[in-house]
């Protein structure tokens, strides 16, 4: 069993910072890659980043690339999003996500709240 909790989000101009967090507790921390996803009003849910064991390979969605910094922290059981250059389209709920079973995202957060204002 794995339990998430996000924290961070908030209310931005366009063009500002984030930094979203997630703890994980649980099985071994470093053992799993991890991802993040958001949902933004009146859409379906869409992967944003990801990140691997290690923290040494990091993938992003063509939508946050250059933008957006995957990492992790495995002495402290915690991912993060540095998110900048925000835009309006940027709102949403963001979910972290934990692939333990090598095959799915069978473990989520309950979402943190990102509002872009322009």
């Known amino acids: 069993q794995v339990q998430l909790v996000e924290s961070g989000g908030g209310l931005v101009q366009a063009g500002g910072s984030l930094r979203l967090s997630c703890v994980a507790s649980g099985r071994t921390f470093s053992s799993y890659p991890m991802g993040w996803f958001r949902q933004a009003p009146g859409k379906e849910r869409e992967w944003v980043a990801a990140?691997?064991?290690?923290?040494?390979?990091?993938m992003y969605a063509d939508s946050v690339k250059g933008r957006f910094t995957i990492s992790r922290d495995n002495a402290k059981n915690t991912m993060y999003l540095q998110m900048s250059s925000l835009k309006p389209e940027d709102t949403a709920v963001y979910y972290c996500?934990?692939?333990?079973?090598?095959?799915?995202?069978?473990?989520w957060g309950k979402g943190t709240l990102v509002t872009v204002s322009s």
């Open positions: 996500a934990a692939l333990t079973n090598g095959t799915t995202w069978d473990y």
């Open positions: 990140i691997n064991w290690s923290g040494g390979n990091t």
